[in-house]
């Protein structure tokens, strides 16, 4: 009973002591967001540079080029921007930053994708479950089939009057 009350006391005393709940990775780039479709914005940042340190980023592999990361004052962090060039192809691409200061680099991937995944598509047209819907997608369809839904209806009419006066089919 005592080893299980000082595993875990001292379970809790590590997790009390450890990391802050929410520490910087100051070791790698990160992208966001982090898949795209041709033509979108991307961000990014590091805080491996430093606090006021600044950055040169290559978009190179993706085709976007150099461009420059400026330092912040979001928790010392520098973030540069670039634009992912229509013409990228899908696949998965490195993105390498350089501090100025020094020779550290950190790296980031990014995900071209034909559609970028953070867009939402509105649904459009009819769903095909297999079982018939009341209005078609074709308001000329729909006009149409109830011009014969009409049609059968008064020619049933006519028919069961005839019927009823007794002159017959």
């Not at 299980?4 to 802050?20: C, F, H, K």
């Not at 200061?101 to 995944?117: P, S």
């Not at 729909?142 to 049609?151: D, K, Q, Y």
Request: proline share 5%; net charge neutral.
């Amino acid at each position: 009973m005592r080893r299980i009350a000082r595993l875990l006391t001292g379970t809790a005393l590590a997790v009390a002591v450890g990391a802050p709940a929410h520490a910087v990775d100051a070791g790698r780039l990160d992208v966001y967001p982090s898949t795209v479709a041709p033509g979108d914005q991307v961000t990014v940042n590091t805080a491996a540079c430093g606090d006021k340190g600044s950055a040169t980023g290559d978009a190179g592999a993706v085709g976007a080029g150099v461009f420059t990361l400026a330092p912040s004052t979001h928790e010392g962090e520098a973030i540069g921007q670039f634009r992912v060039p229509p013409s990228a192809q899908m696949g998965t691409y490195e993105i390498v930053a350089t501090c100025a200061e020094g020779d550290r680099q950190v790296k980031g991937d990014l995900m071209v994708a034909l559609t970028a995944v953070h867009e939402q598509l509105q649904p459009r047209g009819i769903v095909k479950t297999g079982v018939g819907g009341a209005l078609g997608p074709d308001p000329v369809q729909t006009a149409a089939g109830v011009a014969a839904l009409a049609v059968a209806a008064a020619g049933g009419t006519w028919l069961l009057h005839r019927r009823a006066r007794g002159d017959g089919i």
